[in-house]
């Protein structure tokens, strides 16, 4: 075991004060000590110093993740000591037992909740098993499970230079795919910002760089700006007696990386790369009276974009969030948003859920446990799959809201997007199985129809009306998605039991007795996955009965033909043999995919066509198959982003015969003669294999895409080193593009 510095035990005496000193105000004086007696706790083992996989000391990481616990996120005692006793607990350097009787019952439940996340992960992070179910249902049980995992995600994003490659992008992309949206839903703004810029900064680090570059050489103009904005409204402020503070707040990284790429715009024409922030020192009771007044006052002096205020204080979000938001024309008419919040808004948009619960009482509580009771629906349904699960919980995660009114005018809330029938399922789940329509402001509207903030809404309901699969494609929220599901499998299961009816009443007329065999021969010869499909469609008339008795006439002759059928089955198996060959895909088994798998159905991904030699990854698919892609692949960053829960590791284990496409792009010369010369160092002098050759010319140069099949990287560097030689060429590169 790698011996303590004499640097890092000045570390640990350092963190510990400073850890005492911001848990002053919620410490008891007999808590020093059990704080004191959890860090020796998480520190030793056989009286040596546990390090973490990082080479970091364990008790380090556990006072930086007790300090954001404290300081970031705002938590008290027990969480405090949660935060530095889960890693002891995980690594069996203390039991639970001995928790429970140290520091109490409600310490070693959430401490024991912390541990199973950890171990889960351990376990394996696939999505093909129940992983993230239970990860999830372990949050929902106690809420600072979460706050504290967040916390120790923030730790270790912090230091991921300290992890290889595979563990950084790997931790990155559980970060990107749930902790930061997590973060995000349960109000931790500054957290949810750092945690994407610092995925960024790992999974597309060429443009981090960029963008990081750009903003520190605009920096003094931007200070200089943000200088001549508020000085005026300061003044105008003053006069008003109120107490505030006036700060500019520059975007993250991530944030203008994402307007870059939905605006199509490079860099310099982003024009809102900062926020100018009002922070007022308000009694509650006049909170909202004082933020209108500031209001007034920038709008006064600036001209606002009417279409861009947010009212987030008469109607909070439903994580706390109250703020009023505007964008006005500033100096040198740039376009500058304002967002104007008290003391008491401020700490809950920075702080979230746990400044929601000081207040507690205030605007915003509702919302937030309904949030909590929808996922914990979502989390109790054993019925659906790992994938359809995930990605339903998550429309709970990121979501920009409307509001609209009942006909008793109670206020309720959805996501952008959401529907006439998302609505209904909210009001009841009968309701939404028979919703035909609605009224929207005294006005007959489809089910489709989209919510917008203020509509008052009647839902419209018939006896007659039954769920449609198609409705799936109408609903947004989770909710409505859910209770629609278990309709239409209801609805299924009943049409099957009448497919069932009617295939026996047919096969009891034709004198034909129904068993496993044959059922398992139906099911199979009409392509269904399971019984049940089959049954459906016999009763909804998409397999026609007397399809079925010429089946059976056909078994029952090919019963009577055993030598003949022989030869049938035996010319089939040849002809499967065949159509299987694939010496890239699937001949040869060439990939390791997650670590210990082999044998495992893939295909290469078209977008960025990998070699062997090239680094990759695998994308399991939404039909069940995993997709082979570059790690450099243009998708790349958005899919650990969007879908990192389907990432697996993949590596190559052989197929040094096998022949992969790859595709060149060249320019050069139009000189005489020099295509050929290309051609020729490509298909006499290396023996390469061309595909296609396709040559523009303009000017004097010309541009050309070579698609060429190649056995790994190696010989496609030589190929490309070989072609560079040719005179008259001026560069070749791989591109991703299929020819």
Request: charged fraction near 30%; include cysteine; charge should be positive.
């Amino acid at each position: 075991m790698q011996p303590v510095t004499e640097k890092e035990r000045t570390e640990i005496v350092s963190k510990y004060r400073h850890l005492l000193r911001i848990s002053r105000n919620i410490l008891k004086n007999e808590d020093v000590r059990q704080i004191r007696q959890a860090i020796e706790l998480a520190s030793l083992q056989n009286r040596e110093m546990v390090r973490r996989r990082s080479g970091v000391l364990a008790v380090i990481h556990a006072l930086d993740v007790a300090r954001i616990v404290i300081e970031e996120i705002g938590l008290g005692r027990t969480s405090l000591v949660c935060a530095l006793l889960y890693d002891a607990i995980q690594s069996s350097r203390v039991t639970l037992d001995k928790v429970k009787e140290e520091f109490g019952e409600k310490v070693a439940d959430i401490t024991e909740g912390l541990v199973k996340v950890i171990d889960l992960y351990n376990q394996s992070s696939s999505i093909e098993n129940e992983n993230f179910r239970k990860l999830l249902l372990t949050f929902a049980k106690d809420i600072r499970v979460v706050l504290i995992i967040i916390a120790d995600r923030l730790r270790t994003m912090r230091t991921l230079d300290l992890y290889d490659e595979e563990s950084r992008l790997k931790i990155s992309a559980e970060v990107s795919y749930l902790y930061a949206p997590m973060a995000h839903r349960l109000g931790l703004y500054n957290i949810k910002s750092e945690l994407e810029d610092l995925v960024m900064k790992y999974t597309n680090p060429d443009m981090y760089r960029y963008i990081a570059g750009k903003l520190n050489e605009t920096k003094k103009g931007r200070e200089k700006y943000i200088y001549e904005f508020i000085e005026p409204l300061k003044n105008d402020l003053s006069k008003l007696g109120l107490k505030f503070e006036i700060k500019g707040r520059t975007k993250t990284i991530n944030s203008i990386y994402n307007k870059m790429k939905k605006q199509n715009v490079e860099f310099e024409q982003v024009y809102d790369l900062f926020a100018i922030r009002i922070i007022l020192d308000s009694e509650i009771e006049k909170e909202k009276s004082d933020c209108w007044k500031v209001y007034s006052v920038v709008t006064d002096k600036y001209q606002p974009n009417p279409s861009r205020l947010r009212d987030w204080i008469s109607v909070p979000k439903s994580n706390g969030y109250e703020s009023l938001h505007t964008t006005v024309l500033g100096p040198d008419n740039k376009w500058i948003e304002v967002q104007i919040r008290t003391q008491r808004m401020n700490e809950i948009a920075e702080k979230g859920l746990a400044a929601h619960w000081k207040y507690k009482g205030i605007k915003g509580e509702a919302g937030m446990d309904k949030w909590l009771a929808n996922v914990r629906e979502i989390l109790e349904n054993p019925e659906k799959n790992a994938v359809e699960f995930f990605d339903d919980f998550k429309l709970n995660l990121y979501d920009e809201e409307v509001f609209v009114f009942t006909p008793k005018g109670e206020l309720r809330r959805f996501p952008k997007g959401a529907t006439v029938l998302d609505f209904a399922f909210d009001i009841h789940t009968e309701v939404g199985k028979k919703c035909v329509g609605a009224k929207v402001n005294q006005r007959n509207v489809p089910i489709k129809y989209e919510l917008q903030n203020g509509d008052h809404i009647e839902i419209i309901t018939s006896n007659h009306q039954k769920p449609a699969q198609d409705w799936l494609n109408v609903v947004v929220t989770s909710r409505a998605k859910t209770k629609l599901k278990q309709a239409l499998r209801e609805l299924q299961y009943k049409e099957a039991e009448v497919g069932r009816e009617i295939l026996l009443r047919r096969l009891k007329n034709w004198k034909v007795e129904l068993n496993d065999q044959l059922l398992n021969q139906l099911v199979k010869n009409y392509k269904k996955k399971t019984v049940h499909d089959f049954y459906l469609d016999v009763a909804t008339g998409k397999i026609d009965m007397m399809d079925v008795k010429e089946f059976l006439a056909e078994q029952e002759r090919k019963e009577k033909e055993p030598e003949k059928q022989a030869e049938v089955e035996a010319l089939k198996s040849a002809e499967n043999f065949v159509q299987k060959t694939d010496p890239v895909e699937n001949n040869e088994d060439i990939l390791v995919i997650d670590k210990n798998l082999s044998n495992v159905e893939y295909r290469f991904a078209k977008c960025c066509n990998p070699i062997l030699g090239d680094e990759i990854f695998g994308f399991v698919s939404a039909t069940g198959g995993i997709k082979i892609h570059r790690k450099n692949c243009p998708n790349a960053a958005d899919m650990r982003k969007k879908f990192g829960y389907r990432i697996v590791p993949a590596r190559w284990s052989g197929g040094a015969d096998a022949s992969f496409q790859a595709t060149l792009k060249i320019t050069g010369n139009d000189d005489i003669g020099i295509v050929t010369n290309i051609s020729h160092v490509i298909s006499k002098e290396l023996k390469v294999k061309m595909r296609s050759i396709s040559v523009d010319s303009h000017e004097g140069t010309f541009e050309g895409t070579v698609t060429v099949f190649v056995h790994n990287t190696s010989d496609l560097d030589l190929l490309i080193r070989k072609i560079k030689d040719v005179k008259g060429v001026f560069d070749v590169t791989r591109i991703d593009t299929v020819v």
